[in-house]
């Protein structure tokens, strides 16, 4: 990892968290077409925000989204 990524990515927690929020994203095949899509929930188990994606998109690019939605806050 460069110095730069460091500032980023850290192996431990946050302390002290605005948010604690947990993603996922997913992508399945229903009657034969593709459905992806990513979800944002808080600590609570409350949906933050949800959405769907167009296209050919893996389920790592719906994660991906939904880690964008959450960038702004101080997250965990």
Do not use: C, F, H, N
């Not at 460069?2 to 002290?16: G, K, L, R, T, W």
């Not at 605005?18 to 992806?36: A, H």
């Not at 899509?37 to 994606?53: I, M, N, P, S």
């Amino acid at each position: 990892m460069d110095s730069a990524e460091e500032d980023y990515v850290a192996d431990s927690p946050i302390s002290d968290p605005d948010l604690v929020l947990y993603i996922d994203g997913s992508r399945r095949l229903v009657e034969g077409s593709d459905r992806m899509g990513w979800v944002v929930v808080d600590d609570t188990g409350a949906t933050r925000e949800q959405g769907k994606l167009d296209g050919d998109t893996s389920a790592q690019v719906a994660e991906l989204v939904a880690l964008t939605v959450g960038s702004g806050q101080v997250t965990t």
